[in-house]
């Protein structure tokens, strides 16, 4: 699939491509940036409340990295996995 062809796709199932393949591939580089980014999408899809819990608990960003592709912080994220699943076409 290319860039254009992710776009379609709604963001839960680019959250779980994008998941399972960095863990298949053991990329942690993806899943790391993924957790750091997850704060300002939950900001920017209007959850203040855990933004801040995040930004102190790493155990919240885990879960929460593991349910990101669902709702409003699922759409926030959705360039990253877009951007992840173009240079891995074959997620």
């Given at each position: 699939?290319?860039?254009?062809?992710?776009e379609s796709l709604p963001a839960s199932e680019l959250h779980d491509r994008a998941v399972?393949?960095?863990v298949h591939h053991g990329d942690f580089g993806f899943l790391w940036n993924l957790l750091k980014v997850i704060p300002a999408a939950?900001?920017?899809?209007?959850?203040?409340t855990e933004t801040a819990n995040d930004l102190t608990r790493v155990s919240a960003l885990l879960s929460d990295a593991i349910a990101a592709?669902?709702?409003?912080?699922?759409?926030?994220?959705?360039?990253?996995?877009?951007?992840?699943?173009?240079?891995?076409?074959d997620a």
């Open positions: 699939m290319d860039a254009k062809e992710f399972r393949y960095a939950e900001a920017a899809s209007g959850h203040d592709g669902e709702g409003d912080l699922g759409e926030a994220l959705r360039p990253i996995y877009i951007e992840y699943l173009s240079k891995h076409p």
